[in-house]
């Protein structure tokens, strides 16, 4: 007991405060949850979790030590129990997840049939291979991407196997839902990746390609990795860097095989790789060149300095480089061989990190400026300013979501500001047993404006620039976030009303953050689709954080560019009203037919459901169009229809007019507008 860690309560202590907290999530789904949250509050798009069960193989005394794993034990069905409750840690981890989030998985932490089927290059039981479908399944109805951990030697060529039937499945149509992991301290990598392409191209299926340097050097035979740091460093490049230009050996090569379908994941603690990759990405795009999607990620608790150096390469209007931190989860005991690799990991990385201290050190004190405000993000007053056909939905979804057991969001009070009687008793009757928790409020905006911390604007658009130019509202506002959902008003727009010019980096002291969004009228289900703007100068990351989290409360939010919010008023705006007029003639026209109007209202109204989630999963509009003809059938004949009425030339002007139609509430003109003064 005495170095049992998982027993001995002194030193858990000690190192759960000296070693664990520096590199692991937590022990236990809430302080997971933290630091995930903490993560993505510094600026992260958001963790690669892995579950901290696994076997490790020392080469140097023949033997595998699983750790975390209990001993074997079958039921009367003949079902392994450490494959049983592997499956359950792997499940609650994707629970965990939220937007952003991606998994990684160790096999071996299966346990020993597993591990043994791995060491002779086989497949593993069926019922891990069942257990895999369904953490894929789960993963790729969540559009989280699953990236199987490299492991000791002696068990990758299995999880090699096993990863390429898991990519037959579920990598179709240009994106990868698994990633194998290929460490280029291995002098075998390059020929098993090209093997991999090979299969890629012949059998059609998107290869997932993460890159790692390696982390078994302490276990695997050392005869198996280069024998120099240069000849990892120069293995790493030439293959990130030949993904990125779709030609790795004869694969993409003038006169070679054609490259497959292929996405890049660069997992480095070496700042110069995963910069030089970026740039090389960015400039392929610039120039219309082939490349293929690529993230990035660092070890949580490890090269900051890396992280933060991707994440300054940011410019506002463009998404990447996207960068993630890696972290496991588990109790100490299970993450023991976990913490040993990053230790021999960190002790590298102190001799890489001296010449970094001063920029980490400047990059800690600008985040913290930036984030400074979020010392109020404590017990925070919500006030949605004209709570009308927007503000209702939002403010329901909010108050329902306050009284659950799970509730996370730092919002504790509501006050729902309206101009008429008759809007403030509709409310009140809405909300009936509201207590202290929600007030109604008529005819005092600025008190409440001055007692609130973040502030939803939902008055009509007509009625902006009054409410925003009443005495006192500009300061009454100071230092507070400021969300806006009235259409046709630009985050510019707002500021100038506000403080008589847009905020700039040079401005922010006593400004308001401003965040401008966009939902649908399937708010009012929750279900709508919120554009979020991205700011420039940028909003500090935990007011985005809120925002985000505000608007996935009633649908699904993203962020868009400032130059894409005019065309995204039509784009998530205005097609709830189009799919209406396309539902509206199928129930006429199957009512001509002889089809009763509510059933043929269930029935149009299921199909265009039904129809989504397929595209959401992951189906293409024209492979679902395919799937569901034949030769002579009755779909192609209606299509033939649809043809001939350019029904698709029609549609895709009727939103194009939607979107001049918002440019011009901005004056804004642009090549294919549909109108030109």
Not at 148 to 172: P, V
Not at 226 to 232: F, G, L
Not at 646 to 671: F, K, N, P, S, Y
Request: aromatic residues 6%.
């Amino acid at each position: 007991m005495l170095f049992d860690v998982d027993r001995n309560p002194v030193l858990h202590s000690v190192l759960k405060t000296l070693f664990y907290r520096q590199f692991c999530a937590g022990e236990s789904p809430e302080e997971t949850k933290n630091t995930m949250r903490h993560l993505r509050f510094m600026g992260f798009r958001g963790t690669i979790l892995t579950y901290a069960k696994e076997t490790v193989f020392d080469s140097k005394t023949n033997t595998a030590h699983g750790l975390g794993i209990e001993a074997e034990e079958e039921s009367k069905s003949g079902r392994c129990s450490n494959i049983e409750s592997w499956r359950k840690g792997a499940l609650e981890t994707v629970d965990l997840l939220g937007d952003g989030d991606q998994l990684a998985l160790k096999l071996t932490g299966a346990g020993q049939k597993v591990t043994t089927a791995f060491a002779n290059d086989e497949m593993p039981p069926q019922q891990m291979m069942d257990a895999l479908d369904e953490v894929c399944i789960r993963c790729k109805d969540r559009g989280i991407r699953l990236l199987l951990d490299a492991e000791s030697q002696h068990f990758q060529w299995g999880i090699f196997r096993a990863g390429l039937e898991l990519m037959r499945k579920y990598n179709r149509d240009g994106y990868a839902t698994v990633y194998q992991t290929y460490q280029a301290y291995l002098k075998s990598t390059p020929a098993t990746l090209a093997k991999h392409l090979e299969l890629a191209n012949n059998e059609g299926f998107t290869l997932g390609l993460k890159l790692v340097r390696g982390a078994y050097i302490g276990s695997d035979e050392r005869s198996l990795i280069h024998d120099t740091k240069q000849d990892t460093d120069d293995a790493y490049n030439m293959i990130a860097q030949g993904a990125l230009k779709r030609q790795i050996g004869e694969y993409g090569a003038p006169g070679g095989k054609p490259f497959p379908s292929l996405n890049l994941f660069l997992a480095s603690h070496n700042k110069h790789s995963v910069v030089t990759a970026h740039k090389l990405h960015q400039q392929r795009m610039k120039d219309g060149l082939p490349t293929v999607p690529v993230g990035f990620a660092q070890l949580q608790g490890m090269s900051d300095e890396v992280s933060f150096a991707l994440l300054q390469l940011k410019d506002g209007s463009d998404p990447s480089p996207q960068v993630w931190k890696c972290s496991t989860w588990g109790s100490m005991g299970e993450c023991v061989a976990y913490l040993l690799r990053r230790a021999v990991e960190n002790r590298d990385a102190v001799s890489r990190t001296v010449d970094e201290y001063a920029a980490l050190k400047a990059e800690l004190g600008r985040r913290l400026r930036n984030t400074a405000t979020m010392a109020e993000l404590k017990d925070i007053t919500l006030c949605i300013l004209g709570c009308g056909n927007l503000g209702i939905p939002i403010l329901k979804a909010l108050y329902d979501a306050s009284n659950a057991e799970n509730y996370t969001l730092p919002i504790t009070k509501f006050i729902a500001c309206v101009r008429s009687e008759q809007s403030e008793k509709s409310l009140k009757e809405k909300f009936p047993n509201a207590g202290e928790k929600l007030r109604v409020s008529r005819g005092d905006n600025l008190a409440v404006l001055k007692e609130s911390q973040v502030v939803i604007l939902g008055v009509d658009p007509g009625d902006v620039e009054l409410v925003l130019s009443q005495p006192n509202t500009a300061d009454a506002l100071k230092d507070k976030l400021l969300i806006s959902v009235a259409a046709g008003w630009s985050r510019g727009k707002l500021e100038a009303t506000l403080y008589g010019s847009e905020t700039t980096a040079e401005n922010t002291e006593g400004r308001a953050w401003v965040v401008r969004t966009l939902p649908n009228i399937a708010a009012m289900v929750s279900q709508s689709l919120t554009a979020i703007e991205i700011s420039d100068p940028p909003v500090p990351a935990p007011y985005m954080e809120l925002t985000e989290a505000i608007f996935e409360r009633i649908g699904k939010a993203v962020k868009i560019s400032p130059k894409l919010m005019n065309a995204t008023t039509a784009v998530g705006g205005s097609t709830p009203a189009f799919w209406g007029v396309i539902c509206d003639a199928m129930i006429d026209a199957a009512v001509a037919v002889g089809v009763p109007r509510n059933l043929a209202s269930t029935m149009i109204f299921q199909s265009m459901l039904g129809s989504a989630t397929l595209m959401q999963n992951g189906l293409h509009p024209s492979l679902l169009r395919d799937q569901g003809t034949s030769p002579e059938g009755c779909t192609i004949g209606g299509l033939m229809v649809l043809e001939e009425g350019a029904v698709r030339g029609h549609i895709g002007r009727a939103l194009r007019e939607a979107v001049t139609l918002a440019r011009l509430m901005e004056t804004q003109d642009h090549v294919n507008d549909t109108r030109r003064p």
